[in-house]
């Protein structure tokens, strides 16, 4: 019998690479990803003052990074938009607590137009970043940073436009109440956005690139971590001591309070008397706590003189002043000297509230509404200090804490304490009061600086240049202190490298995302290129 000769194996087929993973397919489903985004702009309202889970913060970035990973430009659009709408009517719910809700809606919606807009350039980002290796270095190192100036260049985009912006809601404040806030003074608000956003942009990234069977690509988020958490408040030079006395009257301070001229400036003067024959290099009354101009009303010049002769000290106060055609948000030092008298306007008057622009189009919308602000305050180019002696005081007026470069010229003047004026009288006993005051205690830290931030109705408090509140007087109580503030001199690196950080932050912004997606373009056209060639190969 024959043996049958052994049937040959077929060739083996040629070994193939083994493909390296990539985050290519990585990606919610739309409905899910538009649920996590209403949820993360839910938990960063509750980051933010008055609640202030500073954790929070970060839970809220990576959810929303996760969401716009593989969105189209309009996925992008809605889900970016439904952050913003749930965070910003949540946040700002106290802009209709008087004038109703088309005003609160109008700007709530606007910022989350906006904000959805800001979500398409991270989502391109992940989309043409996405073909590279998920444990790649461009992936671990490369991608958080790219996504951290995305972000953060829609904070500064959002601050500055329209209108002179609303840079109210910002990541880096959230953290004013935690272990994290002392890294402002080094890193500026808007350099503490980024940084955050950094290190929850790499925990996405070691999430894709297979979470905990990689623990080594945690080391970015690890990294950044620790350099927030141990940096230490930069220190500025103790140079004295300074006794400011602070007013809060509770005046009829409101756009619809009852009231007849002289009656606010009648409140402060009463609230201020038991001040009187006590020590103080300074009295400082809050915004709006003269309702007549001085520089024009002998009788309020007249009041203001009595004022200052009793108190034995210089009176900075706050008045609607003109000169000219155009009128002014003003704090003026009031002194017995009319020759020592000085003065700053305000630099920021708030759109629709001092000032309406456009004002033929918006009153062929909402005629009852713009037409109640009666007064057109013109922006103030004196710099933001006064001098007290030999003591430089930096000012703020209201909403101008919001504004970086206000702080940082005050400080840059010579500012060694700051005082911010304020007026909260038609917000009074909402949150408005509690997110301004957040600010300020963040520019105490940002700058080294003591602040005394007093307000016609409150909270007004005086905080400690680490950011402590050592003093304050509650909302709707009529109160006077005179609190003793350390002086400091010195600049932060915040206050010193925080203009040019803004301004890369929006270059490297724009740069990084060209050159992605010139990268990006180019590798899909040579994959094409390589599939026409080699009709086997497969991506």
Same mark, same amino acid.
């Not at 985050?23 to 003052?49: E, K, M, T």
């Not at 260049?153 to 002179?164: D, H, L």
């Given at each position: ?69 593989? &969105? ?54 992940? &989309? ?37 912006? #609303? ?46 069977? #990689? ?10 971590? !620790? ?15 300074? &006794? ?75 008045? !609607?002043?003109?000169? +000219? ?73 209201? #909403? ?37 005051? !957040?600010? !300020? &205690? ?47 001199? +010195? ?13 890369l932050i929006v270059l490297a912004a724009a740069g990084a995302l060209t050159a992605a997606g010139f990268s990006h373009r180019a590798r899909t056209r040579a994959a094409a290129a390589d599939r026409s060639t080699d009709p086997g190969r497969h991506p």
């Amino acid at each position: 019998m024959r043996t049958p000769l052994p049937t040959p194996a077929p060739a083996a087929a040629p070994e193939q690479e083994t493909p390296r993973r990539t985050v290519a397919a990585w990606s919610l489903p739309v409905w899910a990803a538009v649920l996590a985004s209403a949820a993360a702009g839910l938990l960063l309202d509750l980051a933010s003052a008055p609640v202030g889970w500073w954790p929070l913060t970060f839970v809220s970035v990576t959810v929303a990074l996760v969401a716009l990973i593989g &969105r189209s430009i309009g996925g992008a659009l809605l889900v970016g938009t439904v952050f913003g709408a749930v965070f910003y009517t949540t946040h700002l719910v106290w802009v209709g607590e008087f004038l109703g809700p088309v005003p609160w809606l109008a700007l709530a919606g606007l910022e989350a137009v906006l904000f959805g807009a800001g979500a398409v350039p991270i989502a391109l980002a992940y &989309r043409w970043t996405a073909r590279y290796p998920a444990r790649g270095l461009v992936q671990l190192l490369a991608v958080p940073p790219l996504i951290g100036v995305l972000w953060t260049a829609r904070e500064v985009v959002m601050g500055a436009w329209p209108y002179s912006g #609303f840079p109210w809601a910002r990541l880096g404040m959230t953290q004013v109440g935690g272990p994290l806030a002392e890294a402002v003074s080094w890193t500026s608000v808007t350099g503490l956005s980024l940084l955050i956003v950094i290190l929850c942009a790499s925990v996405v990234q070691w999430i894709r690139a297979g979470g905990i069977r #990689f623990m080594l690509g945690l080391h970015p988020a690890v990294s950044v971590a !620790a350099l927030l958490v141990i940096a230490p408040q930069f220190p500025t030079a103790p140079a004295g001591e300074f &006794r400011v006395g602070w007013v809060q009257g509770n005046g009829p301070t409101g756009y619809f309070d009852d009231k007849v001229p002289g009656d606010v400036l009648a409140a402060q003067t009463a609230a201020t008397v038991p001040l009187y024959g006590q020590p103080m290099d300074l009295l400082a009354w809050p915004e709006g706590g003269v309702d007549a101009d001085p520089l024009s009303d002998p009788a309020a010049a007249e009041a203001l003189d009595r004022v200052v002769r009793s108190a034995g000290a210089p009176l900075l106060m706050n008045a !609607a002043t003109t000169r +000219g055609d155009d009128v002014f948000n003003t704090s003026l030092l009031w002194t017995a000297d009319p020759t020592g008298r000085q003065w700053h306007d305000k630099v920021n008057p708030v759109p629709f509230g001092e000032y309406v622009p456009d004002r033929w189009f918006y009153e062929l919308i909402v005629p009852d509404l713009v037409g109640l602000i009666q007064r057109e305050y013109t922006p103030g180019s004196s710099p933001p200090l006064v001098q007290v002696g030999d003591v430089g005081v930096g000012l703020a007026i209201c #909403f101008d804490v919001i504004y970086d470069a206000v702080i940082w010229d005050g400080a840059r003047a010579g500012a060694e304490v700051f005082v911010f004026q304020t007026n909260n009288a038609d917000f009074r006993g909402t949150d408005e009061n509690l997110q301004q005051l !957040a600010f !300020a &205690r963040m520019r105490a830290i940002e700058t080294g600086r003591a602040v005394v931030n007093v307000s016609t109705v409150g909270t007004s408090q005086v905080i400690t240049p680490d950011g402590t509140t050592v003093d304050s007087i509650g909302v709707d109580t009529v109160d006077a202190s005179i609190t003793t503030v350390p002086l400091r001199t +010195g600049l932060t690196p915040a206050v010193i490298l925080g203009p040019w950080l803004t301004a890369l932050i929006v270059l490297a912004a724009a740069g990084a995302l060209t050159a992605a997606g010139f990268s990006h373009r180019a590798r899909t056209r040579a994959a094409a290129a390589d599939r026409s060639t080699d009709p086997g190969r497969h991506p």
